[in-house]
């Protein structure tokens, strides 16, 4: 009986473990010539990178807000797939920017983390080549 309940406590808490993991929200668009497309999702987690993926010969420029009008992320002429990990400076109460002093100099360092997200998250994909179709998927990676 004792392994029993052994046994259920384990799975309780892989379980309870599996909630809390990665998830994406992606933004696909296909503008046609040096026009835009415009997508709106609502996302709550931190922030962990973006990957874009294009189709050749495409050349796209992907830009990233929240409803605050934040930039999260702006990348012009991406002509490859390609990951983009990111990270935010913080700041203090105060909003000045959180240092620290250390590392390999003994000057103020900026603290960089992830970003929390709570809100409409809107993705522009600007096609670059004039008269072709700028196929481009953006997918959002978040922790929730």
Do not use: W
Not at 25 to 53: C, D, W
Not at 82 to 104: E, I
Not at 135 to 141: K, N, W
Request: proline fraction near 2%; charge should be neutral; hydrophobic fraction near 45%.
């Amino acid at each position: 009986m004792k392994k029993i309940l052994i046994a259920l406590a384990l799975l309780a808490c892989v379980g309870s473990v599996a909630l809390a993991d990665m998830d994406n929200k992606e933004f696909t668009g296909t503008p046609l010539g040096a026009t835009a497309v415009t997508n709106s999702l609502i996302i709550r987690g931190r922030l962990e990178g973006v990957h874009v993926n294009v189709t050749a010969p495409a050349t796209n420029t992907v830009t990233i807000t929240d409803e605050f009008g934040q930039t999260l992320f702006s990348k012009a002429s991406i002509a490859a797939d390609a990951y983009y990990g990111l990270v935010f400076p913080q700041y203090t109460y105060a909003a000045s920017a959180a240092t620290f002093v250390g590392g390999t100099n003994d000057t103020a360092n900026t603290v960089y983390d992830k970003t929390a997200l709570a809100s409409k998250v809107t993705c522009v994909i600007l096609g670059v080549n004039a008269a072709i179709s700028n196929a481009c998927t953006v997918t959002v990676v978040y922790d929730r």
